[in-house]
């Protein structure tokens, strides 16, 4: 497994704006680390354990080829752990 820390991102607080408007799009959730897994058993126990800690995630899947076998490809995972959950759109069809 490996875990990629998220980058702290700069940036001062604004004192104009001490809120945010209703008509603005609230800001993503940050990243607080990624890490990627070959296996689900791995990648469903990090879901849980964010479900239980009430963060949010991202998981992305790719396929890759591996140098020993170039003519198969298997499933990979990357996992990302947010600060909070993310707002769903509920106007989406």
């Known amino acids: 497994m490996t875990v990629d820390f998220a980058a702290e991102t700069s940036g001062g607080s604004t004192a104009e704006t001490p809120f945010e408007a209703a008509d ?16 689900v058993d791995e990648l469903v126990e990090h879901m849980r354990a964010a479900d239980v800690l009430n963060l949010g995630f991202r998981v992305e899947s790719y396929l890759v080829t ?15 752990l947010l600060s909070e959950v993310p707002v769903r759109d509920e106007e989406r069809d």
């Open 24 to 39: 603005e799009p609230a800001a993503a959730p940050a990243a607080i680390y990624t890490a990627y897994f070959s296996a």
């Open 66 to 80: 591996p140098e020993d076998a170039p003519e198969t490809t298997q499933v990979e995972f990357e996992f990302t």
